[in-house]
């Protein structure tokens, strides 16, 4: 749902409701609104969100389960999915494309918002990045859910890019890293 989207999307960058009514330009009410399902997220601020935040096209659309699934559907899946775990693995659109062997992170960008289409082997090489199953890029996913290993990625997310770094910075990091794998353990057996 788009309220559970808006509010996530505003945690996840780590963003009061005062920081993020600013963002978009409407006033606080309309933003608690939102996140309540109370208001509509206007054609303006949706274009607001998809360019500040860098989201994919249709990010707030809903899938229709039954509709047939065409190739450009595809295309906004997978880049939907990249989108989410790159996300929720605390990297940026720079750092992604360094590790696909990318010159320049406009095409992650362009794959996101899927605008560009993403080969075989490049679909290979995500799935090793972010350590999932590569069929996990092609299912619809929800990304307003809220796991366990999605808020504390958050977290840490929230702690990084913060200017001040607390002294145990690398510990924490190494500490959800180690959580978040032992999750991707426990949830394939």
Do not use: W
Request: charge should be negative; include cysteine.
């Amino acid at each position: 749902m788009i309220k559970d989207k808006i509010k996530s999307l505003r945690e996840a960058n780590g963003l009061s409701r005062k920081e993020f009514h600013k963002v978009i330009g409407c006033s606080m009410s309309h933003v608690i609104n939102l996140e309540k399902g109370a208001a509509r997220l206007s054609e303006d601020h949706r274009a607001i969100l998809e360019e500040k935040f860098d989201l994919p096209e249709n990010y707030f659309e809903p899938m229709d389960a039954n509709a047939p699934i065409s190739t450009s559907d595809y295309d906004r899946i997978i880049g939907a999915n990249i989108f989410f775990h790159r996300e929720r693995n605390g990297m940026t659109q720079e750092i992604l494309a360094e590790e696909m062997g990318y010159s320049h992170a406009s095409s992650v960008s362009a794959i996101e918002r899927g605008k560009k289409p993403i080969g075989k082997k490049k679909l290979i090489q995500l799935a090793g990045i972010f350590d999932i199953h590569v069929a996990e890029l092609f299912s619809p996913i929800d990304t307003a859910s809220s796991t366990e290993e999605h808020v504390l990625i958050n977290k840490f997310i929230y702690l990084a890019r913060s200017k001040e770094k607390p002294s145990v910075y690398g510990a924490i990091k190494e500490l959800i890293d180690s959580g978040c794998r032992e999750l991707r353990k426990t949830d394939q057996e």
